[in-house]
């Protein structure tokens, strides 16, 4: 349990809300749901493309290379909104503590998680 408290502190905002080195736009990932502009901005626009985002499984196997193409696109364009907007991905380095872009592979993992 102290492990937990401890696990769960360490991803707490700050007073401020927001973690050193990171903006009201910028998308925290970690162990918990952040309420941060960005992110509330990833599910708005996640839940605006989650209808075109199963509509390319319907009726097709995902190894189709037209469906994982259009599920691609519909990620990258999130991924494209969310950085138009001055948000990045960030994520709390287990050895320094501190906020780091994660690459934009790690982006879209987080947005297909999110879908």
């Given at each position: ?11 707490a ?6 973690p ?22 990833l599910r708005?626009?996640?839940e ?5 985002h199963?509509a ?6 995902y ?20 950085k ?17 872009e ?7 993992k987080?947005?297909?998680y999110?879908?």
């Amino acid at each position: 349990l102290l492990l937990l408290l401890l696990c769960l502190q360490s991803f707490a905002l700050p007073p401020d809300g927001l973690p050193d080195g990171c903006t009201v736009n910028d998308v925290l990932i970690g162990g918990k749901k952040f309420e941060t502009v960005g992110n509330r901005l990833l599910r708005d626009i996640v839940e605006s493309r989650y209808d075109d985002h199963e509509a390319a499984d319907a009726g097709s196997d995902y190894l189709d290379p037209p469906t994982k193409i259009t599920k691609s696109k519909i990620k990258k364009q999130i991924l494209e909104t969310i950085k138009d907007n001055g948000g990045r991905f960030m994520k709390k380095d287990k050895v320094t503590g501190l906020w780091v872009e994660v690459s934009d592979e790690d982006a879209r993992k987080k947005i297909s998680y999110e879908l």
